[in-house]
């Protein structure tokens, strides 16, 4: 697994937000469209308990949904990932 699984769409803005977020601080992160794979919209319900989108999954099996960009960039800090 990644250390980071973002399960989202190309029409979420929140998912564009974050996304870009991630891609301006060097984040590499394992993109699964949950609009282009069925299979993925079900995983990240499992993962979230809820339909909301984006769903970003850490490697330590705890998880983001529609984070704010301040809540992205703490959880991230917390795991090392960015300074």
Partial sequence: MSEVIFYGADW??????SKA???ELGV???LRDV???P???IQSELVAGRKNIPVILFE???FLVEPSNIQ???A???RGLIA
């Fill in 12 to 17: 979420c803005s929140d998912c564009r937000r």
């Fill in 60 to 62: 330590d099996g705890k």
């Fill in 76 to 78: 991230l800090r917390e």
């Fill in 72 to 74: 992205l960039a703490d």
């Fill in 39 to 41: 299979e993925f919209a």
């Fill in 21 to 23: 977020q991630l891609n």
């Fill in 28 to 30: 590499k992160y394992e």
């Fill in 35 to 37: 609009e282009k794979e």
